[in-house]
């Protein structure tokens, strides 16, 4: 017991000793004159080393499996392929089973198997196979730089027509939308049923995983893709990696917001109060107030007839104003005085230039005739008389 107190550390002086190696400022092994944005970047081309039989060489204790359904229509296709899904699953020491009786697919691991981490890729594998997508494309995941992420979007939109044109819209005419999408992610995607699958590195999932969901929430397409245009612009340059792009970033807004219509009646609630309203006035209560309720008989009918009276007065009143309305002058507008126009002295009469005028018109035979003219003409009326 004392050669183990002396020889080793006690729990306390452990921590201690702990505390003092862990690395300071003065005791790094890289020097203090590199900047940390440079040591936080990943450089280019730098890739993780594959986990090899070396880093595992005990293999797994237990045996792990994973099993998926697959729809009828996919049954032709899988009976064709599985040799080839065998073949790339046991280059992992990783079974596969295909049962058709039951439609699915079962993977699982062996003695030899040394990756804990192919099962999961194993099994991401099969479920993109039952999602239509093809080996080819399916295979991929097995790589290490390579994830996959299966979105389901059935339960995102109710109505079923609206589904299907918001579905159409991330697919696009001839599909041109999905495959702008897939040049600027750099991942595959496959839209079947109720689900969207992706294949490619983790930063172009995220953006494929946005695109889709905003996609289902009326959003279109067209503008993701235009501000991921932008982003991949932006990360060109190097001294803007460890700035904002906000500023760079378009902003859509919402031009057709459904507004709920308002009722044309409005009905104004009341303040709540826990006390009852106030109880109506019966009949007996009015005529108390008013003295008719002592009142005889006769005194109440002659008051009546006095009510009915008043009213016809008024009826008639009112029917002989109307009546009278129609022998009622309308009121005349009043006639503004003209002042008569003065002469004006600016034009003034020539009689000389008058004169010559009638000269003119009597030497033209224009105008009467002449005192020889009419002698002339009394003369042959006579002979005319004779001669008949």
């Not at 080393?49 to 499996?65: I, Q, T, V």
Request: aromatic share 6%.
């Amino acid at each position: 017991m004392a050669s183990s107190k002396l020889n080793g550390p006690t729990v306390g002086s452990g921590k201690s000793e702990l505390r003092s190696a862990k690395p300071t400022s003065e005791n790094r092994d890289f020097p203090s004159s590199v900047d940390e944005s440079e040591l936080l970047t990943v450089p280019d081309g730098w890739k993780e080393p594959a986990f090899s039989k070396e880093d595992n060489p005990r293999g797994l204790l237990e045996e792990s499996s994973f099993a998926t359904l697959f729809p009828k229509y996919r049954e032709a296709y899988l009976k064709e392929c599985w040799p080839l899904v065998q073949k790339a699953l046991n280059e992992h020491h990783v079974n596969a089973t295909l049962d058709l009786i039951e439609g699915s697919m079962t993977v699982c691991t062996t003695k030899k198997t040394f990756d804990p981490y192919i099962i999961i890729r194993a099994r991401d594998l099969i479920k993109l196979l039952a999602r239509s997508v093809s080996f080819e494309q399916a295979v991929r995941i097995l790589q290490d730089d390579v994830a996959c992420d299966i979105i389901k979007i059935g339960s995102l939109v109710r109505n079923k027509e609206r589904f299907v044109k918001r579905r159409q819209r991330l697919i696009g005419p001839k599909g041109s939308t999905l495959k702008a999408l897939e040049l600027l992610t750099n991942c595959y995607i496959m839209v079947q049923g109720n689900t969207v699958s992706a294949i490619g590195p983790f930063s172009g999932l995220k953006e494929v995983r946005k695109v889709v969901l905003d996609t289902m929430k009326n959003i279109h397409p067209i503008y993701n893709i235009k501000t991921l245009m932008i982003k991949r612009e932006l990360a060109k340059d190097s001294e803007l990696r460890s700035q904002s792009w906000e500023r760079f970033l378009p902003q859509f807004k919402h031009k057709n917001v459904n507004k709920r219509k308002e009722p044309k009646k409005k009905t104004v609630k009341k303040e709540y109060t826990p006390f009852p309203p106030p109880q109506p006035e019966s009949q007996v209560d009015k005529e108390l107030a008013s003295g008719e309720y002592f009142l005889k008989a006769s005194q109440k009918k002659r008051q009546k007839m006095e009510a009915i009276k008043a009213k016809q007065a008024e009826a008639l009143s009112k029917r002989q104003e109307e009546r009278n309305k129609a022998f009622i002058p309308p009121k005349e507008k009043p006639v503004h005085l003209k002042k008569p126009k003065e002469a004006s002295t600016e034009t003034k009469i020539d009689v000389a230039a008058l004169k010559e005028k009638v000269k003119k018109a009597k030497n033209k035979k224009l105008g009467a005739l002449t005192a020889e003219e009419v002698k002339l003409k009394m003369e042959a009326d006579e002979k005319k008389k004779k001669k008949k």
